[in-house]
């Protein structure tokens, strides 16, 4: 079993669909990042956090420690919001990233 | 200042030969990480840099994979003898302590 599992693999919504990407971790962490990695493209990195809940435009992200799990939202959906959506965790301080398998979104005009 | 950068930005090389691979983090950042991405996979780390502190060599696949990091600045990750298992991109990060890691834009690598 991976530490880091993302549901669901394959998502495809209507522009202006609410979207929720989910993650869960099987390990203690020091904090979880959501990142963003469009075709051809580079990563992005969208959040970090370790606690509540953080706001940025369109996209929330929350996490809950004592579930060990974390929600990455999409609110007004659009096409460019197209994209590979990945958890990934880090389990104390400086330390390398754990990885999900990413989240694969298509978003239909 | 500018992002992280990476070169060459596509390889391709032969069976058997080696490659080098360069990162420039961003100025000031402590932390250097390589990662790599196989096609239609997920993300696994190669090594870590973090100051003058000895590199994380766990997620070194094999001993024909090496790195080097100049004080706090330009990284060097060194593949000997290249293998067709090797094709993948190859991503770096940098960070300060604690912070968001920024990637670069990936070197594509094809070994035929």
């Known amino acids: 079993k991976n530490e880091v599992e993302q549901s669901p693999q394959n998502l495809t919504a209507q522009e202006g669909e609410f979207i929720t990407i989910n993650c869960s971790y099987s390990v203690g962490i020091s904090a979880l990042h959501w990142l963003q990695q469009h075709p051809g493209g580079g990563i992005v990195s969208l959040f970090m956090l370790s606690s509540g809940k953080k706001k940025h435009g369109r996209l929330i992200a929350t996490i809950n420690i004592q579930e060990k799990h974390s929600s990455l939202h999409i609110t007004a959906s659009h096409p460019r919001d197209s994209a590979v959506y990945i958890c990934a965790v880090s389990r104390s301080g400086n330390t390398p990233l754990v990885f999900g398998k990413g989240t694969r979104l298509s978003v239909i005009a | 200042g500018a992002g992280v950068s990476q070169s060459p930005s596509n390889k391709v090389t032969e069976k058997g030969k080696d490659v080098e691979l360069r990162c420039d983090p961003i100025s000031g950042h402590t932390a250097l990480y390589w990662y790599r991405q196989r096609l239609g996979q997920g993300l696994e780390f190669l090594i870590y840099f973090q100051g003058n502190s000895a590199p994380d060599k766990s997620g070194l696949p094999s001993d024909r994979f090496s790195a080097e990091r100049t004080g706090e600045s330009v990284s060097t990750l060194t593949i000997q003898r290249t293998q067709q298992e090797d094709s993948a991109v190859y991503l770096c990060?940098?960070?300060?302590?604690?912070?968001?890691?920024?990637f670069g834009p990936g070197t594509r690598l094809l070994v035929l």
């Open positions: 990060a940098s960070s300060y302590p604690h912070e968001t890691q920024y």
